[in-house]
């Protein structure tokens, strides 16, 4: 569970988060334009934080009564680990990703790590799936996994735990995906659909006839229909019959979408929003669009999961700032709050600003919500790091096999208590 503590010292930096030196003049209405922007986004963020209380929007167990809580615990060292999963011979496995394969120095003990969900007197316990358990009670069934590369490591995990039971597999791309394969035995079709924001988007130039932006003084920046699903995943919702979503990653993401070079400029049936919106007022426009657009054209019977944001561990500055991730073994619960409180560069306000967005938006849908945000913000030690064959650290991704896969468990069982409960 996310504190509201740390929720609201995330919505008190938005106004912050944005702001860039320039070296370069400024045309004056863009620039007046985007100073009343982040004072719309300062203000509606402190708004949020006396009236927000971003609860999960699944079962909440009453921990005094023996149950579990699967989004909030501790990780417990098994030195005698169980039988791989999966190994890095799995082909699936994005070559970044593959921390035994590149030799990361602790890359065979993240696994030894094993999640101990809170409460029932420290008696709960998140099993492993069985896969060829899975296999056959999904035969006949297919699972698209929508959004960035996040969701795709969630998605290579479960292909590999899978294959490692049931070798007859055919690779294909089903509605629009950008990787998908069917276990030919069971007739079970897993798919990966990227989408980093969701909805369409692309660059815009201005009109040399003009228009409400050009009028604005704006030249150039990358339109955002948050009415209009991004063509990769828009034929997901009629053919799968589970989805899992994720966004988050590239909306606060400053070398991609600059608030002064490039900025978001968000339209609605066509037409540009006047005067424009800040990011996170786009994200909110975003998500109800695509939630009712998915509930809208979900096949009957259909399962949906939106995943809470995966954190990020870059320690002395973020990717592009020389910031890296050395640790070794997981983050005690003092060094999580340290790591991760805006007077340390703030690393973690990603996740905090989109789960907070996510909380509000999803309420009152038929989503279900994968909390694995706590989990995973104590597993420093489980990205590539250096191993991951970037100019830069990468502190964002997971190792293969690595904490993905205990998503991935925590969403079997999540299946399993759906199916139990309808």
Partial sequence: MLSMSRLRLAASAVGTATARDQSKKIPLFPLVSLVCFASIFLVLSLSRRASLSPQPLQYKPDLRSGSCDYADGAWIYHPDPKPDRYDSSCKEIYKGWNCIANNKSNAREIVKWRWQPKGNGGRCNLPQFDPAAFLESHRDISIGFVGDSLNRNMFVSLFCTLKRVSNEVKKWR????????TFLQYNLTIAYHRTNLLARYGRWSANGNGGELESL???????VDVDIPEGTWADAPSFHDILVFNTGHWWWAPSKFDPLKSPMLFFVKGQPLIPPVPPDVGLDKVLKHMIKFVENGMRSGGIKFFRTESPRHFEGGDWDQGGSCPRQQPLLPEQVEELFSLSKNGTNVESLLVNLHLFKDLEGSSF???DITKMSEFRADAHPSTAGGKRH??????CLPGITDTWNDLFVMELNRIKVTN
């Fill in 174 to 181: 089903p509605a629009g995906a950008d990787r998908g394969f």
């Fill in 217 to 223: 003084g704006y030249k150039e920046g990358y339109r």
């Fill in 368 to 370: 279900h919500i994968l």
């Fill in 393 to 398: 650290d990468d502190c964002m991704h997971w």
